[in-house]
Nanobody, 112 residues
Framework: QVQLVESGGGLVQAGGSLRLSCVAS????????TNWFRQAPGKEREFVAS????????KYRDSVKGRFTISRDNAKNTVYLQMNGLTPEDTAVYYC?????WGAGTQVTVSS
């Protein structure tokens, strides 16, 4: 089973940027897409972005379109989430998801 480890979260002011990384071990990101989800305090986990195996097809939730970019480097078994123009509403724990596997998450906090 694949193990996923997220990193890159932190505290940033509104308008700032962060780049999250999700590294897979024990298995490669092969022949399946990878997703980013997030969960804010008191809210349900929600889809943020996805990317297919080849990297050609990406999808985003409406609220992050034009600000977030998902990408991948299959040689490094890594999927990224570049987040620009962050707002306090983006504050959440961000999770990487591949098939049935989930990482432990990385905290993103955006101050106003």
């Amino acid at each position: 089973q694949v193990q996923l480890v997220e990193s890159g979260g932190g505290l940033v002011q509104a308008g700032g940027s962060l780049r999250l990384s999700c590294v897979a071990s024990g298995h490669t990101f092969i022949y399946a897409g990878t997703n980013w989800f997030r969960q804010a305090p008191g809210k349900e986990r929600e889809f943020v972005a996805s990317i297919n195996w080849g990297g050609e097809i990406t999808k985003y939730r409406d609220s992050v379109k034009g600000r977030f970019t998902i990408s991948r480097d299959n040689a490094k078994n890594t999927v990224y989430l570049q987040m620009n123009g962050l707002t306090p509403e983006d504050t959440a724990v961000y999770y990487c998801n591949f098939l049935a596997s989930w990482g432990a998450g990385t905290q993103v906090t955006v101050s106003s």
